[in-house]
């Protein structure tokens, strides 16, 4: 167990649709990452937050969005979902901003159908 | 681009051969080197890290790991792979920002 909490484990939901994913990170740690896992695309980082600041961007679309609240827990909301949004999303936390071990949680995997 | 390349896409091998599998990046400069190992339907464990120093590292379940600083490489090894080392490896690197780059992942299967 990393200590990296996501929920839900799955989720189906149809084309067009708005779900939000949610990530606890490990006690202490202040960034928050998220990646995408699919079969055509690999592992790809979406995004990281410090803090609740946004530190960096990745291949997010336009189309999702993500925080980081005052308690360090992170959301990161897909929405108008088509069927490429189908994948495993992972969030990883590190205890700083720099280049530190990102420790992963069990995944999200979405299913658009 | 910058970009991370893993050798093998699968390898299967038997129990007790040895396994190693490439890695190789393009970043100039200072990085940090992974592997992150992906049981089946598990999420992603760190199996080893390079920041620094001596630059064999050894990590969990008996892998190792060598960064090649003139070959842009960092080889994971393991002398005697066992049935449960069946799983995805992915090397990652971390470089001039703070995202982690990920190779495309190798499938290993270990033959009991």
């Known amino acids: 167990d990393s200590g990296v909490t996501q929920t839900p484990k799955h989720l189906i939901t149809a084309t067009g649709q708005r779900v939000t994913l949610r990530c606890s990170p490990r006690?202490?740690?202040?960034?928050v990452y998220w990646y995408q896992q699919s079969l055509d695309q690999g592992l790809q980082f979406l995004i990281q937050?410090?803090?609740?600041?946004?530190?960096a961007k990745g291949n997010i679309l336009e189309r999702f969005s993500a925080q980081q609240f005052p308690d360090l827990h992170s959301e990161l909301n897909l929405s108008s979902l088509e069927l490429g949004d189908s994948a495993l999303y992972f969030c990883?936390?590190?205890?700083?901003?720099?280049?530190?071990?990102?420790?992963f949680g069990a995944g999200t995997r979405l299913s658009v159908l | 681009a910058q970009s991370v390349s893993q050798h093998n896409h699968h390898v299967i091998l038997s129990e007790a051969a040895s396994l190693e599998l490439g890695c190789n990046y393009s970043?100039?400069?200072?990085?940090?080197l992974f592997w992150y190992v992906q049981y089946p339907g598990q999420h992603l464990q760190l199996l080893l890290k390079?920041?620094?120093?001596?630059?064999l590292v050894k990590g969990i379940k008996g892998f190792e790991a060598e960064f090649i600083k003139s070959k842009f490489s960092f080889n994971l090894r393991k002398p005697s792979v066992q049935w449960s080392d069946t799983a995805e490896y992915f090397c990652a690197v971390n470089a001039h920002d703070y995202k982690l780059s990920f190779g495309a992942g190798t499938t290993v299967t270990v033959r009991a």
């Open positions: 970043y100039g400069g200072t990085v940090n």
């Open positions: 990883a936390s590190s205890v700083g901003g720099g280049k530190d071990i990102q420790y």
């Open positions: 937050y410090y803090n609740g600041e946004e530190r």
């Open positions: 006690s202490g740690d202040l960034s």
């Open positions: 390079y920041f620094s120093g001596d630059p």
